[in-house]
Structures are given as C-alpha cells and as structure tokens.
Antibody, heavy 119, light 109 residues
Framework: EVQLIESGGGLVQPGGSLRLSCAAS????????MYWVRQAPGKGLEYVSA????????YYANSVKGRFTISRDNSKNTLFLQMGSLRPEDMAVYYC????????????WGQGTLVTVSS | EIVMTQSPATLSVSPGERATLSCRTS??????LAWYQQKPGQAPRLLIY???TRATDVPARFSGSGSGTEFTLTISSLQSEDFAVYYC???????????FGPGTKVDIK
C-alpha cells in the first residue's frame, strides 16, 4: 500500500524557517518524481515545488522561488521542503504527492501537515 | 501562464441526479488535464488523467471528456459519497509547473 506521511508543520513567526518531511512507503521511492502542493485555509490547491526521481530536476512556483528548497533522500525514502523567510500567505496545509510518470498528474497524496505563520 | 476557470463555483444536486462540471483553460492544453476530488479534511484524490482516463478504483459513474481548452467531468448518478470539491489541473506546462483550477463544490440539493 502506497503511503505518504508528512510531518514538521507547526507555528512559526513571519520571517522564520521550517522544514517539512514526507516519509514514503509501499513503492520504490527513488523511481518517482515528488511534489509539494499547498492549500491555504478555505482555499484551493496551489503547486509549490517538485523534484525528479534523480534529484537533479528541481522546480519551484514563482511564489516560493528563492525562499523554499526541495530535496529528497532516496536512501531514506523521504522528501523534504525547507521553507525560509516565511510569510503569512505561506500559511497552509502542505501535501506531498507522487507523480507516477513524471507527467504532471499526481496519483497519491499524503494527508498533509499544517503550517501556521503568525506572530 | 495558463489561467484556469471552473464553473459553476457551486453545484447543488440531488442524490441520483447527473452532475456536469466544467473546466476551461486560457490556451490549448491538448488532453493534459486531470481531475481530483477532495472531501472536507481529506487529501485530494485523483479521479481522471489524460482528460478522460479513470484512475485506479474510480467508479465508472465518473467520466471525463474534452480537449484543447474545454473539459467536462460528469458524474452520472450522484451518490452520497460524491459530495465534495472537484479540482481540475493542467499539466501541459510541466515541467516546470502545473496549475490547478479554483474548484467546484458539489453539494446536496
């Protein structure tokens, strides 16, 4: 069974940093591109970042470029999102998701972790 | 940047009725479109990819159609578990980015 379990969310002050993790199981993690997608409270889905299976293809939404860093540890089946210079508008549930064919559509999603940015 | 619109924003339907949801894109994306279902407090669930291919274990009452700039998700006979928010997503511009529509909420009439 494919499982994606996010962790690391919490309350952080504006300008602060946070590191999210996504532990994967039930599939060969190293073969799949992985994404972070977020959802602000009561709002829709927003693409944040993605990383290819080989760790070298990395992409960011313009809204987070230069502030967030995506990475992965294939030996530990874990995806990361290092978030810095956090703003109130970054407050959201952050989901990790799997891209089965590196095609852009996402077949499995985690349950999400909530990031709250507030003083 | 491809702009996506979904209509209506809210669709009120009685159980057993047919629901038709629309997704439009500002430029042609061929068939590079997916549909997701999201229930309150849950993660999104993939329903359709390639505009019309049902994902694994998705009931046959869900069908997708369209290409270019206009797409439709049809739920042939709404069940109680189908009341949710539905998002379309284009991946024509992948990489480096994908875009989600604003969503259509299907609620009980």
């Amino acid at each position: 069974e494919v499982q994606l379990i996010e962790s690391g969310g919490g309350l952080v002050q504006p300008g602060g940093s946070l590191r999210l993790s996504c532990a994967a199981s039930g599939f060969t993690f190293s073969r799949f591109a992985m994404y972070w997608v977020r959802q602000a409270p009561g709002k829709g889905l927003e693409y944040v970042s993605a990383i290819g299976s080989n760790e070298y293809n990395i992409y960011y939404a313009n809204s987070v470029k230069g502030r967030f860093t995506i990475s992965r540890d294939n030996s530990k089946n874990t995806l990361f999102l290092q978030m810095g210079s956090l703003r109130p508008e970054d407050m959201a549930v952050y989901y990790c998701a799997r891209d089965v064919y590196s095609s852009g559509w996402l077949d499995y999603w985690g349950q999400g972790t909530l990031v709250t940015v507030s003083s | 940047e491809i702009v996506m619109t979904q209509s209506p924003a809210t669709l009120s339907v009685s159980p057993g009725e047919r629901a038709t949801l629309s997704c439009r894109t500002s430029q042609s994306i061929s068939s590079n479109l997916a549909w997701y279902q999201q229930k309150p407090g849950q993660a999104p669930r993939l329903l359709i990819y390639g505009a019309s291919t049902r994902a694994t274990d998705v009931p046959a009452r869900f069908s997708g159609s369209g290409s270019g700039t206009e797409f439709t998700l049809t739920i042939s006979s709404l069940q109680s578990e189908d009341f949710a928010v539905y998002y379309c997503q284009q991946y024509k511009t992948w990489p480096p980015a994908v875009t989600f529509g604003p969503g259509t909420k299907v609620d009980i009439k």
